[in-house]
């Protein structure tokens, strides 16, 4: 809880006010008793755990070492449904089934998986280790491992991948949003969102003018002019040198 929630102070504030550990600590008794064919008393206490904790755990679900449920009102975790070591859930999170048949109805989640508020994780699908699913995102297909999932329903924004194996125009938009200060995540260049459309459009024209301004300067000073070589500095530390008290006495703020 410490590690994934800087709101934590103390133990005993985690232990008395935290529902997700509540509903967890419930979860292990019932999860207990199901395996030991004591289903109604199981189903009956995660019935309490739900009235006193807003969160639903079937008593069947399998859940890993060192999960959290953050805030967790309206969390629902199904029968079949299986969730590896490390793993995050937030407010109203659902991993539910699909179908009415019996068996596995429900997914597996691999370790390290954060699911943000409000998605839906539906069906015997499995989300890889790493992954993270988007807020309100409706996954509904198998997730690879250090995905990013989102949108309805949920599409890969992002694979957790080497910066060499990305291609030359990602590697080029990454680079320049890095010199500029700004992280385009989430913005791939087939994605049908026009905010992230318009912001790899940004990065291209940014790229591109400085290697026009850049040839500019190339073909003047071939032709004889004088070209001033003072370096441009970079727009994420533009102004950012500058002392704060200087620039108020040089502006006249007596503030």
Known sequence: MFDRDPAARHYFEVLTTYPGVHALLLHRLNHWLWRHHLRWLSRFLSLVARLLTGIEIHPGARIGRRFFIDHGLGVVIGETAEVGDDCTLYQGVTLGGTSWEGGKRHPTLGDNVVVGAGAKVLGPISVGEGARI?????????????????????????????????SETDQRRAETARRIGFDAYGATHDMPDPVANAINSI????????????????????????VNDTRIPDIDRCGMEEDPATDRASSGDPK
């Open 203 to 226: 990065l291209d024209h940014v790229h591109h003018t400085d290697a026009r301004l850049q040839e500019m300067c190339t073909a003047l000073r071939e032709l004889g002019a004088e």
């Open 134 to 166: 988007g807020s309100n995102a409706v996954v509904v297909k198998d997730v690879p491992d250090n995905a990013t999932m989102v949108g309805i329903p949920a599409r890969v924004a992002r694979l957790g991948s080497e910066p060499s194996s990305l």
